[in-house]
């Protein structure tokens, strides 16, 4: 069984795919842009203390998104 | 006259392709959000004039950001017979590039694509087929390498004949699906070891390691700048001044005659009987030596450091790792990029605020950078004054500023109205520096210096002169003088030296010198220096990009600081 969590809480080194994103229209289209949306597989490259980003890579792209971001997205690990 | 737009995402290289095209040289840098002002210039091609438009980087076609907000009402406004859209795309990154692409395709606009970095793609094993993406894409498209230039007067060639596009516009995910087509058609990717840089890139971003990263870098940036600027002021603008210099002044103030009104104004007051270069306060004298001897050299081994570190991509890495930090202060971690600009002069760091999005993150950001932050001539000035004693005391300074700029961070979190939105940023690939971008990008930087530091000076000084030639500036000293005496502890004259630091801040340093004052004293003014008003130029820009409330408001926050701060390290220190 797999758990549905946000990725603010995956640790590092992890690999999950996006099963929902949570927040408005706005939001949403700019993840899209950036290629981040439902069905997207991502890995987690560091998650940094202080509540600091979640620095994922998706595709060839590194990005980091600030933790509130990245608690609207959520994920499903890959087993 | 028909217009080419280059449009692309974040740090493709769109200003460099630009650069390229039109000769006009416009700041580049390994970041997202260089560009903060729409740069246009023109290129002669196919028997007519183009007028080239650099849009500020931007991931789609939706007004989701600022910088999209501008580049899509640019585009909006031409029709579009008469213009080409230039889609710039990083190579080695073509999968996220081609949503812009398609976006742009699917409004039909008339599109050429430019397959930039493609050197750097072909180095990483990433093989692009681009007849295979030409016919996926329906338009042209030519690999470059802008920094080299590489590849742009192929490009040039093909403007000629570029068709609108026709393409059906399509829901989010399936224009996801037909890139991922495009991209399976036409690349190949060979797969190679992780290299050196890849892992490097890896461990700059963890937390342990990346804070050991970014303290190493910051620390050997920080010794470079000293050691370049002092080889500098030591070996190079030393001797010329003392030895060519001086001894044609000497002749000057000879002829001149000591006490007369020419004398005073072009050379100064003679100290001891010399001329002193950092006392005499004169048009030829204190006024070349602090612009070019004082604090030139360290600008221009500052801005090498900068740049070096913006072309290799570093700052998105430290925006990254101190973006829990900002936080507290209500910024976000990208602030990071105008406060290190701020170091070297507050006008660019307090304009590159405009990369923030939210109004209360600006007014916050540039509060802190025009109080807290100390630029390249006030570092010199500081380390003129206070270095006579020792490291110890310079270090002082530096650390009160820096506990100010947290504390009032704080501070202004707390109270300042809106919402501070969350870091959302590319973290770029490791690139090496081509040394003419470097080259270029550091003339352009000290030419604005010179080109807006020097006339001030010489204004400063002048007005000066004549105010202290006719006694005219007693008034001020007798006005701030139960301020100066009472709550700061510094002598009334000091007064002068603090109002004179709003015209420059290096300018000041002469007038405090010749005051003989004592170490707390010397302190205290330096300190009073830093936080008061910035010079003219920054308060200039200040006004311009907050607005006259926010504006009003700030300046507010300054003084009151200044005059808090004052008192306090007047009461606090010790006699020394």
């Known amino acids: 069984m797999t758990k549905k969590i946000p990725l603010s809480q995956v640790k590092a080194k992890h690999k999950v795919h996006i099963v929902d994103m949570e927040g408005g229209c706005v939001f949403v289209n700019r993840m899209m842009s950036l290629g981040i949306y439902k069905g997207r597989e991502l890995s987690v490259v560091s998650r940094l203390a202080l509540r600091g980003p979640t620095v994922v890579k998706v595709g060839r792209s590194t990005f980091a998104l600030g933790r509130s971001m990245a608690a609207k997205i959520m994920v499903e690990m890959r087993s | 006259m028909k217009k080419l737009f280059l449009i692309g995402n974040p740090n493709v290289g769109k200003s460099t392709v630009f650069s390229r095209l039109t000769g006009v040289d416009v700041l580049s840098s390994n970041y997202p959000g260089t560009t903060i002002e729409v740069a246009k210039g023109h290129l002669f091609a196919h028997d007519e004039t183009w007028e080239v438009v ?36 990083d190579s080695t990154n073509l999968e996220r590039n081609l949503y812009l692409t398609l976006q742009l395709l699917e409004a039909q606009f008339p599109v050429i694509i430019c397959l930039n970095m493609h050197d750097d793609a072909l180095h990483r094993g990433i093989a692009i087929d681009i007849k295979a993406l030409e016919k996926a894409l329906g338009v042209s498209c030519v690999p470059t390498c802008a920094i080299t230039g590489l590849g742009i007067k192929n490009l040039i060639e093909r403007l000629g004949d570029i068709r609108p596009a026709l393409r059906a516009p399509v829901s989010h995910q ?75 002044l000497d002749k000057v103030s000879v002829f001149l005659g000591p006490e007369t009104l020419w004398h005073h104004l072009l050379l100064g007051d003679l100290v001891d009987g010399q001329i002193d270069f950092k006392q005499s306060l004169g048009l030829l004298t204190t006024a070349p030596y602090i612009e070019f001897a004082m604090v030139l050299p360290y600008i221009i081994s500052f801005y090498l450091v900068l740049s070096l570190l913006e072309d290799v991509g570093f700052l998105p890495r430290l925006a990254m790792l101190l973006d829990g930090l900002l936080h507290r202060l209500g910024l ?16 660019p760091g307090i304009l590159s605020t405009r990369t923030l999005e939210s109004r209360r993150e600006r007014f916050i950001a540039a509060t802190l950078i025009s109080i807290g932050i100390p630029c390249v001539p006030l570092q010199a000035m500081i380390f003129g004054i206070m270095g006579q004693f020792s490291g110890f005391y310079v270090t ?4 009160v500023l820096f506990a ?13 109205k809106g ?16 040394a003419r971008a470097l080259g270029q990008k550091l003339f352009l930087r000290i030419k604005g210096f010179i080109v807006e530091a020097l006339p001030i000076v010489l204004a400063g000084v002048f007005i000066v002169n004549v105010m202290l030639y006719f006694q005219w500036l007693d008034w001020l000293t007798f006005i701030f003088s139960p301020v100066m005496n ?86 606090a220190i010790v006699s020394a």
């Open chain 2, 174 to 248: 399936e224009r996801w699906q037909q890139i991922g087509q495009a991209v399976s058609l036409a690349q190949n990717l060979s797969h190679r070891h992780h290299s050196l840089r890849e892992h490097l890139e890896d461990a700059s971003v963890r937390p342990f390691s990346g804070f050991l990263v970014a303290v190493s870098v910051l620390c050997a940036s920080f010794w470079v700048v000293r050691t370049i600027g002092e080889f500098l002021v030591n070996r190079v603008a030393d001797p010329i001044f003392f030895s060519f210099y001086q001894p044609l």
């Open chain 2, 396 to 399: 002082g300074v530096y650390l």
């Open chain 2, 486 to 571: 009472k709550l700061f502890g510094l002598p009334k004259e000091a007064a002068v030296a603090l109002v004179v630091g709003f015209f420059r801040k290096d300018v000041a340093v002469g007038l405090l010198l010749p005051l003989g004052l004592s170490i707390k004293q010397f302190f205290i003014a330096t300190v009073l220096l830093a936080i008061s008003f910035p010079c003219v130029a920054t308060f200039f820009v200040l006004f311009r990009e907050l607005g006259l409330k926010d504006f009003l408001k700030s300046v507010s926050i300054m003084l009151l600081t200044g005059l808090i701060v004052g008192v306090l390290l007047n009461l």
């Open chain 2, 54 to 89: 650099d849009l500020p980087g931007v991931y789609s076609l939706e007004a989701g950001s600022k910088a999209e907000e501008v580049a899509l009402s640019l585009l909006r406004e031409t029709p579009k017979e008469d213009m080409v859209v230039l889609d710039v795309i």
């Open chain 2, 419 to 434: 919402y501070s939105p969350e870091l959302l940023v590319e973290i770029p690939s490791y690139r090496i520096p081509d």
């Open chain 2, 332 to 347: 976000h971690g990208f602030a990071i990029v105008p406060v290190l600009l701020g170091l070297g002069c507050n006008v």
């Open chain 2, 404 to 416: 100010l700029w947290l504390f009032l961070g704080l501070i202004l979190n707390r109270t300042a």
